[in-house]
């Protein structure tokens, strides 16, 4: 999610950023780093729990009100606690989503290619394509003005395809650009009205077969429960590479 933060458009809100740093170590002292753009949450690498805790309790003597932490489940939690303890403000859980990594062969099943094909998304999709990120990203709180400004760099990028039957789009699937020879999948969304006709499946392994081809590792968060995404991408070889904690500071 960090890494998103090298694309970003001059026009975006501006990002602090905090670092941990292990005063131990003479060749490796960063151990991880944390970004925060007001009102969103506070983003977290992967770290150590006790340096998560010590940035939350460094957090919390400052004088920003946080909304709340997203990141790796044990920095989260222990950034959460901390935050908590140091503030006197309840932090309390509220999402969870698993990660999935693809980092070997794509699994092939044999279906055939459902009607219709593949295509890049168009500039004048950009509001259709941002109502379905929206749809996708359901409960995470994501805003239009967030959603809108992903879909039309996704767009601007040539990161996001569409699945066309009959003329019309049926289903999208976007990506990160490449950064350290990974990219991570979102949005992945199929109309209401098509859902089970194999379009969004076509997407993602004509997306995945193309980045593994180039050695590229393609990784995705899933909502925890959401049972019918988890399974398409475990279908095609992707597994399960640990989780992400959202809490929320009442």
């Not at 999610?1 to 060749?27: C, H, N, Y």
């Not at 949005?187 to 593994?212: H, Q």
């Amino acid at each position: 999610m960090l890494a998103g933060a090298k694309f970003r458009p001059p026009t975006a809100p501006p990002i602090a950023w905090s670092r941990v740093e292990d005063p131990a170590s003479d060749t490796a002292p960063v151990v991880g780093v944390a970004a925060f753009t007001p009102p969103h949450l506070v983003v977290l690498s992967g770290m150590p729990a006790a340096a998560a805790a010590a940035l939350g309790a460094e957090l919390g003597a400052g004088p920003d009100l946080l909304p709340g932490v997203i990141g790796p489940d044990a920095a989260a939690a222990a950034f959460a606690a901390a935050w908590s303890e140091a503030t006197g403000r309840p932090a309390r859980a509220d999402r969870r989503e698993q990660m999935l990594c693809l980092d070997g062969a794509v699994t092939a099943d044999g279906r055939p290619a459902p009607e219709g094909q593949s295509r890049a998304a168009r500039e004048e999709e950009a509001e259709l394509f941002t109502d379905w990120c929206l749809e996708a990203a359901h409960g995470s709180g994501l805003s239009r003005e967030t959603a809108a400004r992903s879909v039309r760099g996704q767009i601007a990028g040539g990161l996001l395809r569409a699945w066309e039957l009959d003329g019309e789009p049926v289903a999208i699937l976007g990506r990160t650009a490449t950064v350290a020879g990974v990219v991570r999948y979102s949005p992945m969304f199929s109309r209401p009205d098509v859902r089970r006709g194999g379009y969004a499946r076509a997407l993602l392994t004509e997306s995945a077969t193309e980045m593994r081809a180039e050695g590229l590792i393609g990784l995705a968060l899933t909502a925890e429960g959401n049972d019918s995404v988890q399974k398409l991408f475990r279908s095609l070889g992707f597994h399960p590479a640990g989780g992400f904690s959202e809490f929320r500071f009442d």
